[in-house]
């Protein structure tokens, strides 16, 4: 038997779940530390303190290299998370409608 250890959190549209390593493709770190700004609100999901992890634009994905001593996620709107040290995915919510598939707006 196969134990499957999934480290998922959850911030409004988004959701942050551990991986067991990062993409090996090259990748584009965002100096502001945002993961995910909100279209109607203008509020971020952000990294509390840009010593402690960095944020990966990795091809098509954004990840999370989270350092030693972890970090806080931050948003206006949320209660923040604490993220412990490891590499994360950043998956942005999704809606279905008849119309179209679009992001949820936070």
């Known amino acids: 038997?196969?134990?499957l250890n999934m480290e998922l959190h959850r911030q409004g549209d988004?959701?942050?779940r551990r991986v067991s390593a990062l993409p090996s493709k090259k990748s584009t770190k965002r100096e502001n530390g945002v993961l995910v700004e909100g279209e109607v609100t203008g509020h971020a999901h952000r990294l509390d303190d840009l010593a402690a992890a960095e944020v990966l634009e990795i091809e098509n994905g954004l990840y999370l290299r989270v350092g030693e001593s972890g970090v806080r996620i931050v948003?206006?709107?949320h209660a923040p998370i604490t993220l412990t040290p490891g590499n994360y995915q950043v998956i942005r919510q999704v809606e279905y409608t008849p119309e179209a598939i679009r992001n949820v707006q936070d």
């Open 14 to 16: 988004i959701l942050i």
């Open 1 to 3: 038997m196969t134990t």
């Open 75 to 77: 948003h206006e709107e």
